[in-house]
């Protein structure tokens, strides 16, 4: 008769497994059922599937690992096929009268299955209104009083349930993002549309021409700052993956070529206060053939993405061009980049979905499939578009002047 291996050389063994091989294993008989169900097991194969969340960020409710684990895999399917009525819901959102400018998630980026999931997202439009609304429901959750001025930006600060807009004479309001209750205001000295929300040790921080901190701002404290040695910069953003890792579009000295350069920032301590000190790590020129891009956003360390017309083009910060999609008809007017997928919007009343494969040694993008808008016949394309874990939502541009939204919420069958 052949030796049997104990629970502990069981569980040892089926931790070197992936998660099919430890369904199957669990087929076998009672003992290794009982071990494949093991807490540790189907928490490690979680934390190394999802490695850029840590413990803390997922959200369990009432499952067990093993459950989430099934149930986040299935989500991902569905979010990386994208079959009409068998993967999402798709739902019409009208409310605002005027054209929506900007839109932020206000709901936490949670991937839960204990049935409080929920997408909310807040807007700003030229109405003159903030509003929040239920993607999953379709429907208004509330609206802020008429303003004087019409609001063209918002940051959402989702962890604190703070919703934070600004007008067009450059006012600044602070609302509570659960009823919409106005909890602070201040004006800027001089207009600025440009919003960033931070998150500082201190408090939450906003970014405007400079930084005012919500909690206590700095009267009469002039702000760190340096400068580049570049001039005609056109686009900027930040690498996701780096604390301070700045990549910017701008002209050659001669001005006739564009120019990505990517630079390290980081800030030392001098007699006089602080300094930032600044480092060329990398820098490339782009192809005489491509138009100059009017989207640019970084993804990991090393990649950026750029959108010229039409076409989206990848490339890595020293240059080499990893990956161009030609899939919209007409320009794309936004792009959603986070550590799962890229989304593209467009005047011809597509979203595309593009997911990361990232087993290489740079990030693969794979194109996936179409997410379509209404009708040609009311709306003119999308103009904006954001996602989360388990929804997309763009902003659909209507003849008239006005906008309305469109959701595409991602159900999992198991839970």
Request: include cysteine.
């Amino acid at each position: 008769m052949e030796p049997q291996l104990g629970l502990h050389e069981l569980l040892h063994v089926f931790s070197f497994l992936e998660a099919r091989d430890l369904l199957s294993a669990a087929q076998v008989d009672k003992v290794w059922n009982e071990v494949a169900r093991t807490k540790e097991l189907w928490r490690q194969l979680c934390l190394r599937r999802w490695s850029f969340y840590k413990d803390s960020q997922i959200t369990l409710g009432i499952q067990t690992w093993k459950q989430y684990y099934l149930c986040r895999s299935e989500l991902e399917f569905r979010m990386e096929s994208g079959r009409p009525e068998k993967d999402f819901v798709c739902k019409a959102i009208a409310g605002h009268k005027g054209e929506i400018d900007e839109l932020a998630y206000i709901s936490t980026n949670e991937c839960r299955f204990d049935g409080q999931e929920k997408s909310v997202v807040c807007t700003v439009s030229s109405d003159g209104t903030v509003r929040a609304w239920d993607l999953h429901e379709g429907t208004e959750i509330w609206s802020s009083p008429l303003q004087p001025a019409a609001l063209v930006n918002l940051v959402t600060y989702p962890w604190l349930q703070l919703v934070v807009t600004v007008d067009e004479q450059g006012l600044i309001k602070v609302w509570e993002a659960e009823k919409g209750w106005e909890s602070a205001s201040f004006c800027l000295p001089t207009h600025s549309s440009a919003l960033e929300a931070c998150d500082h040790p201190e408090g939450p921080v906003l970014l405007v021409f400079h930084a005012h901190s919500l909690r206590c701002p700095s009267e009469g404290v002039p702000p760190v700052s340096t400068t580049l040695p570049i001039w005609l910069t056109s686009r900027a953003c930040w690498a996701p993956n780096e604390a301070a890792r700045l990549v910017v579009m701008h002209r050659n000295d001669n001005g006739m070529q564009l120019v990505v350069t990517t630079y390290e920032l980081r800030a030392k301590k001098s007699g006089n206060g602080v300094d930032i000190l600044v480092q060329q790590i990398a820098s490339f020129i782009l192809p005489d053939t491509m138009m100059s891009p009017h989207l640019m956003k970084g993804h990991s360390s090393q990649v950026i993405l750029l959108v010229s017309g039409s076409e989206l083009v990848l490339f890595t910060i020293h240059g080499l061009q990893l990956a161009a999609f030609q899939d919209h008809q007409k320009p794309i007017t936004s792009m959603w980049v986070d550590q799962s997928r890229v989304i593209t919007s467009s005047f011809d009343l597509s979203l595309r979905v593009y997911m990361w494969n990232k087993d290489n040694k740079f990030p693969v993008l794979k194109s996936c499939y179409h997410l379509l808008g209404g009708s040609h016949r009311w709306a003119s394309g999308f103009t904006h578009v954001e996602s989360d874990s388990m929804s997309i939502v763009g902003v659909e541009a209507r003849s008239g002047g006005t906008s309305i939204l469109r959701s595409y919420f991602f159900q999992v069958q198991q839970g």
